[in-house]
Nanobody, 113 residues
């Protein structure tokens, strides 16, 4: 069985930071590209970042320079370091095995004063 377990969400003030983690099981993690998506209320689900099996990264325009995706294949884990958060980053964040129906349940990130 494939399972993705997320952690690290929470509520922070503007300018703050959070680090999200997603631990995968049931797949040969090292061979897959991994994605982070987010969805805010009333908005379309948006690709935040992607990391390839080779470590290459892609970021959405709205998070470039602020967020960093990384992976630790020994731990079957993908991370999203989020810095200088603003209220527009408020959303549910999901990890995904790229091009598969395998998703985490999502973790809420709320940025407010």
């Amino acid at each position: 069985q494939v399972q993705l377990v997320e952690s690290g969400g929470g509520s922070v003030q503007p300018g703050g930071s959070l680090r999200l983690s997603c631990v995968a099981s049931g797949i040969m993690f090292r061979i897959y590209n991994m994605d982070w998506y987010r969805q805010a209320p009333g908005k379309q689900r948006e690709l935040v970042a992607q990391i390839g099996s080779n470590g290459a990264t892609v970021y959405g325009d709205s998070v470039k320079g602020r967020f960093t995706i990384s992976r630790d294949n020994a731990k079957n884990t993908v991370y999203l370091q989020m810095n200088n958060l603003n209220p527009e980053d408020t959303a549910v964040y999901y990890c995904n095995v790229h091009s598969t129906p395998y998703w985490g349940q999502g973790t809420q990130v709320t940025v407010s004063s």
